[in-house]
């Protein structure tokens, strides 16, 4: 098991290292505000429901820069392994000053994800896979044709206890790479990466949110040029268990 966590750590280590090393390319720096609500409602003891609302705006809430929700089906296999599929749907504000069109991308996706630990450390892996629809705008008119491309993201994510009392807050380091597919897909098939580092705090035995610093590096669709976004978030997460909640 150790080993193959130090293997999981290099391979995103050296990931990084690339990306960084693509900074020498037409790079546009700004600033994202990101909050969201993320939660899995059980039926029974296995089957439950995933649900997620996601707002992300440009600076400090000053303008918008997408809205986002998605909803699937689970599958727990285990305490420490589930499986999901589902749809979401995404409207992105237009990137183009002075442009009023949305751009709405229909998504569905199917998801794998492993818990485990390593000694007090707290370990999370999401391998997900979305085939995305997204329409296209020309001179911000919606043209009616769609750009499709099929999304392979893996998750890495470790908690980390600090303090000795639980209710104290954790903290959490996570990295997730996006890779893309599809004849549509020329320039840019790394998307994007994202790292994350920030705070875990439970506020009840239910609900419990991270806050912290990301930053994402993206690949524009013409491969040369690149936006690194300092982005602050606040993602809250809420668990049921409807058998629990009768006792």
């Not at 600033?31 to 409602?41: A, E, M």
């Not at 820069?65 to 296999?77: A, D, E, K, N, P």
């Not at 035995?205 to 930053?215: E, H, I, V």
């Amino acid at each position: 098991m150790k080993t193959y966590i130090r293997l999981l750590v290099f391979f995103q280590l050296i990931t990084l290292a690339g990306f960084g090393q693509a900074t020498q390319k037409k790079i546009t720096h700004n600033t994202l505000s990101w909050i969201s609500i993320n939660s899995n409602i059980y039926i029974d003891k296995h089957w439950f429901i995933m649900a997620d609302v996601h707002l992300r705006e440009n600076d400090f809430f000053s303008s918008n820069s997408f809205l986002f929700g998605r909803v699937g089906l689970g599958y727990q296999i285990d305490d420490n392994l589930s499986v999901v599929a589902g749809y979401g749907n995404l409207l992105a504000a237009p990137a183009q000053p002075g442009w009023t069109t949305r751009s709405d991308e229909n998504r569905i996706f199917q998801q794998l994800q492993l818990s485990s630990s390593c000694k007090k450390i707290k370990i999370l892996q999401r391998l997900r896979n979305e085939q995305r629809w997204q329409s296209i705008v020309s001179n911000d008119q919606n043209t009616g044709k769609n750009k499709f491309s099929n999304r392979v993201r893996y998750l890495l994510s470790f908690t980390v206890p600090v303090f000795k009392n639980p209710k104290l807050p954790q903290l959490v380091l996570a990295d997730e790479c996006m890779l893309q597919f599809g004849k549509d897909i020329v320039y840019n098939t790394f998307d994007q990466n994202r790292l994350f580092f920030g705070i875990k705090q439970k506020i009840s035995s239910s609900l419990s949110f991270d806050a912290g610093y990301m930053s994402i590096f993206q690949q524009k669709s013409n491969g040369i040029n690149y936006s690194q976004s300092d982005t602050y978030r606040l993602f809250f997460y809420y668990t049921l268990h409807r058998e629990k909640e009768k006792k």
